[in-house]
């Protein structure tokens, strides 16, 4: 089954990119879901940033911008997706 690992909590449309408060850890490479009233999509974590700095990993609690490949919203969840 999917699980949650975080929260869209800003999008900044110009740029396609979305900053997710996390529940669960998060690194480069992870396929993720979102899910929302209008959003539901699947794609892989290419690159991530917290305070504007490059990082492979990010734990529970972190803030981190991830470049997404479609609009999403303040308050869609975010789930682990597994590769199948």
């Known amino acids: ?9 800003h999008y900044y449309n110009r740029i396609g990119v979305a900053v997710l408060n ?7 490479g992870d396929v993720i879901r979102v899910r929302g009233r ?3 999509f699947t794609q892989a974590v290419e690159s991530m940033e917290i305070e504007h700095q490059k990082v ?3 734990g529970p609690g972190a803030d981190v911008a991830l470049k997404v490949t479609q609009t999403v ?3 869609d969840t975010v789930y682990q997706a597994k590769e199948e």
Do not use: N, P, S
């Not at 089954?1 to 909590?9: A, D």
């Open 1 to 9: 089954m999917k699980m949650q690992i975080g929260q869209v909590t």
């Open 22 to 28: 996390l529940d669960e850890g998060l690194k480069v």
């Open 38 to 40: 209008h959003t539901d």
């Open 56 to 58: 492979e990993l990010a």
């Open 73 to 75: 919203r303040e308050g």
